[in-house]
Structures are given as structure tokens and as C-alpha cells.
């Protein structure tokens, strides 16, 4: 099982991904994605629903998965988050605003497109969706420009 | 097997998926994004391929659905201005972040303490749309999975 504790080569990792869009809607006749999980589980703090969506769990169901992706590589949990360290500021606090801040704005699209990576760039562009064809190459687009453009105003090699 | 239980264990395999092929790394993302390396977007289309192939073939083949027992359909919506506005905005989140709402949730199982203030993010952001919304500013439709139009290629 060596395969485990090295990282997945894109060919396995995205075959795999979309089997199981496919698993899920063969199970329960439901598209795969992240968003609806975020937003039953405010739905449900704000006392809007009553229970704990199935979407929710679905990403109880993720973290549990990323926990057992550590435990196969050797990995320990860390503070350190790559080079977001070096590029964002010198303190922790304002890296913490930067991430607050960043995780707002895909609450914000997000919502308002009505999905995001997962449900709209693999679920919904793998069904035929048009909306989620014109939104993924929207934030797609988007994010390419904006990694760019935050490489250069900080100086920067590319 | 419940709704929630297929939920739990579909979200296990696909946190799994996610950390094992590190896209749960702000600097997978990054590369990807500065067009340094291809993988990410080749493991995104491989993906895309497998499941429009995947669930065209149980739709074709007349299968029902394992819970309901529902013939296989899928909803697709029409393109509308929220997709535009809302994927510009979530890409700017993506692109400061270095990651989205699925892998951010695989990183705070692997222990990525930086997850934690994504997510506070995440789900505040979720709220002051709604609160917008209540108070007109904002006039989007109400959530993901309300079909625009039903049909499907």
C-alpha cells in the first residue's frame, strides 16, 4: 500500500473523483458538492432547518476523509500553510484576516452562483449544466488573473 | 442505508480522494493556478470525463436510483448573471485562499490549523449573503440545487 503515503498521480485521483459523482447519483439521485453542506449547517444554526442536513454530514464525511489522507501519508497536523507563510504578512493575526476574508468572498459567490469547485466545475459541468460551464470558466478565469496579479503587485518571481 | 449514511461515507471517500492527491496543499493550488503544472487541471477534466460518461451510461441503461428507486435524472440550470458575478467573486476567495469549500474541509482533517479561519470565512460569508438577500440588496435565487430549467444533455 506504498501508493497510499505518496501523493496521487492525477490519473488515479480524477477517475476515482468522477466515479464517485457517479456512485452518488446511482445511491440517492443527488449531485455531489461542497457548498450545500456550509449552507444547511447555517440553515440549521439559525434555527432555519431543523436537523442536520445530509449535505452537512456529506462534509463531516470530507474532514474524516482528509484525516484518514494524513494518517496513510505520516502527516501531522501543522500551523504552517506553504508559501501562503511567506506571501501574506509577517504575523499570524493578519494571515488569519487574509483567510477569514478569502473564505467570506467564496461564501459570498458561492452562494450566490449557487455551487462552487466541486459542484459546479466537476458535478455540474460533467452533467451539461450550462450555468456551471459559464461558471467555472468564470472563476477559473478569475482565479488565474487574481494569483497573477497578486504575484506581481507583491514583487514577486513568477 | 439512509441519505445520511451513503452522505457520510460518499464524503469520506471523497476527502480521502482530495488529501491523498493534495490538492488540500496551498501550494498545489497555487501552481496550478500560476499555470505552473498541468495535473490539477488534468485530474479536474479526468474527472469531468469519467462522470459525464459514467452517468450518461446509467441513464441510458435505465437504472433507478439505489434509495428512491427513481429513474437516474439529473437537473441542469440556464446561465444567469448571479453565475457570473458570483463565480468572480468566489474566484478572488479561491485565488487569496488557495483553496475551496471541499478541499478546505480535507485540510482541516489533516490538521491544517490555517482551515480553520477558511471555514469561519466560508460560512460567515454564507450568512451576510442571506442577510443581504432578506434585505433586497441581493435578488439571486435561493439555493443550489433549485432547478432553472429541467432538462438535460
Known sequence: ?158 | MTLKMIGLTCGIAFGFLLGWARLTDYDVIRDMLLLRHADVFLLMMSAMLTAAIGVRLLRALNVRSVLDHAPIAWTTQSPRRQHVIGGVVFGIGWSLAGTCPGPVAAQLGRGQIAAVFTIIGLLSGILIHDVLRSRGAITSRRAAGEPVAVAGL
Not at chain 1, 71 to 95: I, K, N
Not at chain 1, 96 to 114: C, E
Open chain 1, 1 to 158: 500500500m506504498e501508493i497510499l503515503t505518496i501523493r496521487a498521480p492525477w490519473y488515479l485521483a480524477g477517475p476515482a473523483i468522477g466515479l464517485l459523482i457517479v456512485l452518488l447519483l446511482w445511491l440517492t439521485n443527488k449531485p455531489l458538492g461542497a457548498m450545500g453542506g456550509y449552507i444547511e449547517l447555517d440553515d440549521w444554526v439559525t434555527r432555519r432547518r431543523g436537523d442536520v442536513g445530509w449535505r452537512t454530514i456529506f462534509m463531516v464525511g470530507v474532514i474524516g476523509g482528509g484525516f484518514l489522507s494524513a494518517l496513510a501519508a505520516g502527516s501531522r497536523p501543522t500551523l504552517g500553510y506553504g508559501s501562503f507563510d511567506q506571501l501574506f504578512g509577517a504575523t499570524v493575526a493578519v494571515r488569519a484576516l487574509i483567510l477569514v476574508g478569502a473564505g467570506a468572498l467564496m461564501g459570498v459567490g458561492g452562494r450566490l452562483a449557487g455551487g462552487c469547485t466541486s459542484g459546479h466545475g466537476l458535478c455540474g459541468t460533467s452533467f451539461g449544466s450550462p450555468a456551471s460551464v459559464l461558471c467555472t470558466a468564470t472563476f477559473m478565469g478569475t482565479a488565474i488573473g487574481c494569483t497573477f496579479a497578486i504575484t506581481w503587485i507583491l514583487g514577486l518571481p513568477q
